[in-house]
């Protein structure tokens, strides 16, 4: 076990310090914290960060099997991806068969994350929409409980929604944090989130990956979102991102997801590991590096993935990122 109350600390120089990010960074097992860079207690807002959590309503009220959902349609339910075309079809597609379109999405509009497809949008006139939301794929979900509920999908982005109290009792569930009476915030999509000490994030996700905790419908539901993220780190994220170079790199299976706010949340299910990374400054390119650096230390992918060349415009290395443990 490392115990450290030092964080872990993400320097970038160009051959002279230039700045850095100091990243809090918490693993458990669901006995309890087994690793500690920081504060275990640290606050933490985990934004799309926790959707692996969020998208448990989408099995265990029995919407997915009503509605045949996919193995790509329950990763893109916990999803921020690049919206990428195929990320953009499969949504719709999604839509269509629970009877519902683009105009029901209360995500908001944006424009791909993913820079190819996004100069491809604006080259043929087109413009932000909420089918270009990263968040689609996890409000296609909601609709669909409300679908198979029988309930009023409007507003279904607000705290009081049913909706909405489904996915809030799965997260308290999940972290073992009461948030009746809590205050919320709003996340980027418009739905609540709240904050919650670190180490009640990494214990979230180690026992999403430990199924036998739970009673027969959330197990066979957290069953099938472990097998289907770690195989499917495309659908949940996009061409050249983190979720994706990780996964692929990974000596066992890995679920890894990013979220506003430098927040990086994720679970080693072969050993019943769940970790939680959080930048102080809100930066995810410190998130980013450390989350690398963390899976380096615990031998799941080889050493080197934390730490990039600085290059100019000219393509010349003029420096380098890497990480510092104490």
Excluded at 98 to 120: K, M, Q, V, Y
Excluded at 203 to 228: F, K
Aim: proline share 5%; glycine share 10%; aromatic share 4%.
């Amino acid at each position: 076990m490392t115990t450290s109350t030092t964080p872990m600390r993400v320097v970038l120089t160009r051959d002279v310090f230039e700045s850095e990010h100091l990243i809090d960074v918490v693993v458990s097992s669901i006995d309890g914290v087994t690793s500690l860079w920081g504060r275990e207690d640290a606050p933490i807002i985990p934004r799309s960060a926790i959707k692996s959590i969020q998208v448990i309503p989408l099995l265990r009220t029995g919407a997915a099997d009503a509605f045949a959902v996919t193995d790509t349609e329950v990763a893109l339910g916990a999803a921020s991806h690049s919206a990428e075309p195929d990320h953009v079809a499969a949504v719709a597609a999604w839509l269509a068969r629970i009877g519902r379109s683009e105009a029901d999405l209360e995500c908001g509009p944006d424009r791909p994350i993913h820079e190819e497809s996004a100069d491809a949008m604006l080259a043929a006139g087109g413009s932000d929409h909420p089918r270009y939301n990263c968040c689609t794929g996890k409000h296609t979900g909601f609709l669909t409980i409300a679908a198979h509920l029988g309930l009023d999908h409007h507003g279904y982005i607000d705290r009081g929604h049913p909706v909405q109290q489904l996915i809030t009792e799965a997260v308290e569930e999940f972290t073992g944090v009461d948030l009746a009476g809590v205050s919320n915030g709003r996340d980027g999509c418009g739905i609540p989130t709240f904050s919650f000490p670190a180490e009640r994030l990494s214990h979230a996700m180690a026992r999403l990956v430990t199924p036998e905790l739970h009673e027969d419908v959330t197990a066979a539901a957290t069953t099938r979102i472990v097998a289907t993220l770690t195989a499917n780190p495309w659908w949940v994220s996009g061409t050249g991102r983190p979720e994706v170079t990780l996964t692929e790199a990974a000596s066992e299976p890995l679920i890894i997801k990013g979220g506003a706010e430098g927040v990086v949340m994720g679970a080693l299910p072969d050993r019943g590991l769940g970790f939680v990374v959080k930048s102080r400054d809100g930066s995810r390119r410190g998130a980013d590096a450390a989350a690398a650096c963390l899976l380096e230390q615990l031998d799941v992918v080889a050493h080197g993935h934390s730490r990039t060349v600085v290059t100019n415009k000219a393509g010349t290395a003029v420096g380098e990122q890497y990480v510092e443990l104490t």
